[in-house]
């Protein structure tokens, strides 16, 4: 059974950081394609950074620069280290990887920048 389980939201100050965790169960982590989206409500669900097998990455524009996506194979968890936070960056972050052709998404876990 695949299992995704996100950690490490809260509430943050406009600059901020905080740091996401997702720990993985049921798949061969290390071969796969690891993801994060976010969503607030009223809008569709948006990639935030996504990191291959290989340790590549992709980030989504808004982010670029101050978000970094990492990978640790061991521990099988994929990390979003989140910093100079804004207020658009407030949402529910979700961690996603497919697996023989189906999307398996963790319960997110809520981000908030407010002061």
């Known amino acids: 059974q695949v299992r995704l389980v996100e950690s490490g939201g809260g509430l943050v100050q406009p600059g901020g950081s905080l740091r996401l965790s997702c720990t993985t169960s049921g798949i061969n982590f290390k071969i796969h394609t690891m993801a994060w989206y976010r969503q607030t409500p009223g809008k569709e669900r948006e990639m935030v950074a996504t990191?291959?097998?290989?340790?590549?990455?992709n980030y989504a524009d808004s982010v670029k620069g101050r978000f970094v996506i990492s990978r640790d194979n061991k521990w099988n968890r994929v990390s979003l280290q989140m910093t100079s936070l804004k207020p658009v960056d407030t949402a529910v972050y979700y961690c996603t990887t497919k697996w023989r052709g189906t999307d398996y998404w963790g319960r997110g876990t809520q981000v908030t920048v407010s002061s």
């Open positions: 990191i291959n097998s290989d340790g590549g990455t």
